[in-house]
T-cell receptor, first 116, second 118 residues
Framework: AQSVTQLDSQVPVFEEAPVELRCNYS??????LFWYVQYPNQGLQLLLK??????LVKGINGFEAEFNKSQTSFHLRKPSVHISDTAEYFC??????????????FGKGTLLTVNP | GAVVSQHPSWVICKSGTSVKIECRSL??????MFWYRQFPKQSLMLMAT?????????EQGVEKDKFLINHASLTLSTLTVTSAHPEDSSFYIC??????????????FGSGTRLTVV
């Protein structure tokens, strides 16, 4: 089984400041890793994902994340945030199934609040 | 890209009635659909996994008779909350796995349904 820990439930930052949202995972098998953003009363939008290859993954809206296998981490970063980045962010993991479709396991989420 | 259309976006129903939530895959075939439940300010919890043409697999603690899932075609999966009670009020989200181009491996999510039982 897999588990995901998002270390911060809330992260307040000022506009144009850098931000890092932390995510650690636990799994006995290889995994795929995802970051999603959720705006109020909406579904989830994919920011980025790590499947294989380069450990630095770039996503939409200027976000990036780095997969660190030794530390079992997949932290999300953005060098300069905007007010519009205020949302809930979820880290998620699925089993590296080699083609089959396994369920996603989500972290508890981090509420990023960008203040002017 | 691959889109899952979820309806209704929100619904208010009286206690004791049933509510059906639909998720349609618009431009791809969804052989599998995951159904999640999300309480306010909490994470998504998997309720069940449906597969086209077979019975759904429910997670531990989820009442099969209360949350009826039907996946009768490759483009439609439904969740029916039967005899709804206020404690069933929640945000329900469906999700379909993706394996082919152009998205590659991943998941697409419906926009969610806000259910309020009064």
């Amino acid at each position: 089984a897999q588990s995901v820990t998002q270390l911060d439930s809330q992260v307040p930052v000022f506009e144009e400041a850098p931000v890092e949202l932390r995510c650690n995972y636990s799994s006995s098998v290889s995994v795929y890793l995802f970051w999603y953003v959720q705006y109020p009363n909406q579904g989830l939008q994919l920011l980025l994902k790590y499947l294989s290859g380069s450990t630095l993954v770039k996503g939409i809206n200027g976000f990036e994340a780095e997969f660190n296998k030794s530390q079992t981490s997949f932290h999300l970063r953005k060098p300069s945030v905007h007010i519009s980045d205020t949302a809930e962010y979820f880290c998620a993991v699925s089993r590296n199934s080699g083609g089959s479709n396994y369920k996603l396991t989500f972290g508890k989420g981090t509420l990023l609040t960008v203040n002017p | 890209g691959a889109v899952v259309s979820q309806h209704p976006s929100w619904v208010i129903c009286k206690s004791g009635t049933s509510v059906k939530i639909e998720c349609r895959s618009l431009d791809f075939q969804a052989t599998t659909m995951f159904w999640y439940r999300q309480f306010p300010k909490q994470s998504l919890m998997l309720m069940a996994t449906s597969n086209e043409g077979s019975k759904a697999t429910y997670e531990q603690g989820v009442e099969k008779d209360k949350f009826l899932i039907n996946h009768a075609s490759l483009t439609l999966s439904t969740l029916t909350v039967t005899s709804a009670h206020p404690e069933d009020s929640s945000f329900y989200i469906c999700s379909a796995p993706l394996t082919g181009p152009p998205e590659g491996y991943g998941y697409t999510f419906g926009s969610g349904t806000r259910l309020t039982v009064v």
